[in-house]
């Protein structure tokens, strides 16, 4: 049976005054949308999650929010309010779908409404047939147990035990540049600690939240490490960031242990989707196994890749397993405008052993081993992977405002990667 592809995002035409905003844009009475054969999840492998489904709607049904946007958003609050009321309008129309399919919505575990108009939702088997043969359901996709890539701790630090030095990763980049601006950087990762000294962290609940219960301090550490990496403050104490004194905006979706699920992170995207504007920063260290047929069949590719169209550019990690083909995890696998995969290189230029490979979908390689940088506690590690790689992107991006460029090369298996630099 054939697979039906992501739904890509359709924009509207006219603006209020930068904002569009239909009444007459709802649902299924406005756009007939044309009988398919029955959606089958694109891929069977990874840790799936049995009974546990994502399931995203055609357009032609239910349209996200950013589909009522028109043009680069630049203004937070307006932006922010016109999503929130988005988000009641088209959570009432995903109940009224299910309510008609006769499909209990205490059974939802997840509302998406601001990239990707959808659900993550328990299913028995007869129910994922109903859906599946419902020709409103563009996308069914089983969720999966996410982890933290794999990374290690060489050392850890206290609060004030160094004066402030430049990392080598940093260096690497290009050296650092004032991220004092309008622009946010948002962490999708462990949370950050949230009033560490060198870090101007977003504390508000509205912005900062957790997807794992509890707040979005960071009780793990790896992404407080991250956001260092980003933004850390241009100051006397520990490190310097390479765009210095970015807001860091903490989006927690993997709790102490670094253990999370597909749809929990689907919802931090869904998360900066409603509240970013044109200029803004993700970070995404974190990987997962998805197998064959990622880089189309991939829950993450629509609300990415309709994030990434909005203006707002995202770095990800390409994985810490050893030489795997990054193509095969998510979200490393994503491509798109905006959109860059990570590798990591030691300081003296040479591949790190434990970085994933393949080009694409990898398109810079940064600083990943032995990278020293925040922590939690107030305090300061030395960490390795492809997660500490990844932020120096991201900070050149929130920096400069722009894409990276790549300056010199490393060679892995005859491929070359370029050092993303400012």
Sequence with gaps: MKRIPLVKSLLVATVLPMFLFSCDKNMTTQTEVPSDPVVKPAGEEGDIIPGQYIVYMKEGAIAPGVSYLQGPINDRAKKAEFMDNKE????????????????????????????????????????????????????????????????????VAASGARAQSTPCGVTRAGGTRNGDSPYWAWIIDTGIDLDHPDLDVQTSTTFGKSFVGGTADDCNGHGTHVAGTVGAINNSIGVVGVSNGAKAVPVKVFGCSGGSATSTIVSGINHVGKYDIAGDVVNMSLSGYYGSGCSS???????????????????????????????????????????????????????????????????????????????????????????????????????????PRGSGTVVKNGVSYPIAVY
């Design 88 to 155: 009641v309008e088209i959570t009432a129309q995903l109940n009224a779908f299910l309510s008609k399919e006769s499909i209990n919505t205490n059974n939802v575990i997840a509302y998406y409404t601001s990239l990707v108009a959808g659900f993550a939702i328990k299913l028995s088997p007869e129910e994922y047939k109903q859906l599946a043969t419902n020709d409103k359901i563009d996308m069914i996709q089983y969720d999966r147990i996410e982890r933290l890539p794999s990374f290690t701790v060489e050392n």
């Design 297 to 403: 069949g991939s829950s993450y590719k629509t609300p990415m890749q309709n994030l990434a169209n909005s203006g707002t550019r995202i770095a990800s990690a390409a994985g810490n397993n050893s030489g795997q083909n990054a193509g095969l995890r998510q979200p490393a696998c994503v491509n798109g405008s905006n959109i860059f995969t990570v590798a990591s290189m030691t300081c003296s230029r040479t591949f790190s052993s434990f970085s994933n490979v393949g080009r694409p979908p990898i398109d810079f390689i940064a600083t990943g081993s032995s990278v020293y940088s925040t922590y939690k506690n107030g305090g300061y590690a030395t960490l390795s992977g492809t997660s500490m790689a990844t932020p120096h992107v991201a900070g050149i991006m929130h920096g400069k405002q722009a894409a």
